[in-house]
Structures are given as structure tokens and as C-alpha cells.
């Protein structure tokens, strides 16, 4: 999305009037509004990280139920506990 805002300086136009009337015309594009809104936007994994995630989530949680047989860990080791 390429959008361009122009504003040419009236003959008895303060640079501060300037300034406000380019600001409207961005706000009225909605150009901010966009970047704003692509800036933190997430994009999702392709299947190849899907799987690689999968896959390590799953060797993860093997590698703890062994450990949890063997009595390396106790019962609610991986569980969060929040403090206040």
C-alpha cells in the first residue's frame, strides 16, 4: 500500500498551519494506522517450523517422563507457580 500525501504551502500560510494540514490529510489516509497496525504483526510459522516444534515439544516431554520414572524430578517440577 503506497499512498502519497502532498501539501503545497498557501501564499499567507504559517508553517504551523502547514503542519497540521499535512497531519489531518495522514490521519484521513489512514496511513499511521496501518504501520502502526503492521508493525507487531505476527506471521504464522510455515509447516516446516510447525513440525520442527512439534517435534521437539515432543522429545521434550519423553526425555521429562523418563526422568519422572527414574525419580530425577518430582511430580509438579514443570507446572508454574506464581508468586505475590
Known sequence: MNVTVEVA???????????????KRVQDAGILKRARSLR??????????????????????KEFEKLKRLGKVEEGY???????
Do not use: D
Not at 510459522?45 to 517435534?55: I, Q, R, T, V
Not at 514443570?78 to 505475590?84: C, D, V
Open 9 to 23: 504551502k498557501n501564499q499567507n500560510e504559517s508553517n504551523t498551519s502547514v503542519i497540521r494540514r499535512f497531519t
Open 40 to 61: 507487531y504483526a505476527k506471521r504464522s510459522p510455515s509447516p516446516y517450523a510447525k513440525k520442527k516444534g512439534a517435534l521437539s515439544k515432543l522429545t521434550k516431554r
Open 78 to 84: 514443570h507446572k508454574k507457580t506464581w508468586k505475590r
